[in-house]
């Protein structure tokens, strides 16, 4: 090939490579890779048998508690992992590494950010809503402090749901009594209620059966207890 047409032909491969990887890039960072996961559990372990302490970020005491705990990679990089996983938040993916059981043995999980931004979305338009009026537009009670909302009089055409890493199904917001957006994974603890009927006398709040069998930890979550075989809010 003459020298005059690989320079340019190079030239269109490098910017035809630039404009595919950002999309590449996207996708793998929205994967919940397991070695990823296997990788910076390693990393936790080896910190904290060095350090006695675990690597996470120190959040409000109210905090819930599969939000409280994020990883910290600042204090992981570079001796205990290289680098963050790639789809990692501090690497501009849609995952935040959390640790779940951190009194009795410190476990790796994923937060979703999809969820995040969709639940951040709803809030503020319900604080917009709330800077003109005192109260929420609440449109129907389902427990003590639990309420669905008209979601019309907040701007939207039809009452926003979020996708459960889950399940993949449908899962509808609502909000609480200090006017915090939270999703309902009722739907999720319903088929996880039979899935690991075995395990239930385990817990008190049953949210934990999704992040125990799964790579995931359900944010902006209530806590959950079971009645006749059904998933129901559980109210302290």
């Known amino acids: 090939m003459s020298k005059k047409w690989w320079i ?20 793998q960072n929205s994967i919940p890779y397991q070695d990823q996961i296997v990788l910076v559990q390693k990393a936790v372990e080896n910190f904290q048998k060095d350090t006695g302490v675990l690597p996470i970020r120190t959040k409000e005491a109210d905090t819930d508690v599969y939000q409280k705990y994020l990883i ?10 290289q680098e963050p996983p790639g789809n990692a938040f501090e690497k501009g993916g849609t ?12 476990t790796v999980k994923l937060a979703d950010l999809v969820l995040t931004d969709h639940v951040q979305d709803v809030q503020v338009a319900l604080n917009i809503y709330m800077a003109k009026h005192e109260y929420p537009p609440f449109k129907k009670i389902e427990a003590q402090g639990r309420y669905t909302l008209d979601y019309k009089k907040l701007g939207f055409k039809e009452d926003p749901k979020v996708t459960s890493p889950f399940t993949g199904k449908e899962l509808p917001l609502m909000v609480n009594s200090d006017a915090k957006i939270f ?13 690991y009927s075995d395990e239930l006398e385990k817990y008190e709040d049953i949210r934990h059966l999704l992040a125990e069998h799964s790579f995931f930890v359900p944010v902006y979550s209530v806590p959950y207890t079971i009645e006749n075989n059904k998933p129901v809010f559980l109210i302290k």
């Open 8 to 27: 340019p032909l190079c030239l269109i491969l490098f910017t035809l490579s630039g404009c595919l990887y950002p999309e590449e890039r996207k996708m």
């Open 72 to 81: 910290d990679f600042n204090k992981l990089v570079p001796r205990y992992i």
């Open 95 to 106: 995952f935040q590494y959390v640790l779940i059981d951190v009194e009795t043995k410190p």
């Open 183 to 195: 999703i309902d994974y009722r739907k999720d603890l319903k088929s996880a209620i039979s899935s």
